[in-house]
Nanobody, 125 residues
């Protein structure tokens, strides 16, 4: 059974930082790309960032480029999302996802096979 468990969410003031973690079990972590998505209040879920199986290649959504960084530690079966200079519009539930294969780490939800339960990030102005 594949499980993804996010942690690290919370309340932060605008301009602050948070680091999200997603621990994965039930599949060989290093064989799969990983992604982060988010869903704000009244909004559709959107792509935040993706990372290839090796960690050498990453992609970011336009709204977070230059502020958020995705990384992974294959020895710990964990993917991270470092979020800097957070703004109120970043308020959302953040989800990690495990992709369908090593070369899938893109923007489409269809590239991902398993999802975590989400962690809330709230940014106050």
């Amino acid at each position: 059974q594949v499980q993804l468990v996010e942690s690290g969410g919370g309340l932060v003031q605008a301009g602050g930082s948070l680091r999200l973690s997603c621990a994965t079990s039930g599949r060989t972590f290093s064989r799969y790309g990983m992604g982060w998505f988010r869903q704000g209040p009244g909004k559709e879920r959107e792509f935040v960032a993706g990372i290839s199986w090796s960690g050498q290649n990453t992609r970011s959504g336009d709204s977070v480029k230059g502020r958020f960084t995705i990384s992974r530690d294959n020895a710990k079966n964990t993917v991270y999302l470092q979020m800097n200079n957070l703004q109120p519009e970043d308020t959302a539930v953040y989800y990690c996802a495990s992709s369908r294969g090593e070369y899938y780490y893109g923007r489409s939800e269809n590239e991902y096979a398993y999802w975590g339960q989400g962690t809330q990030v709230t940014v106050s102005s």
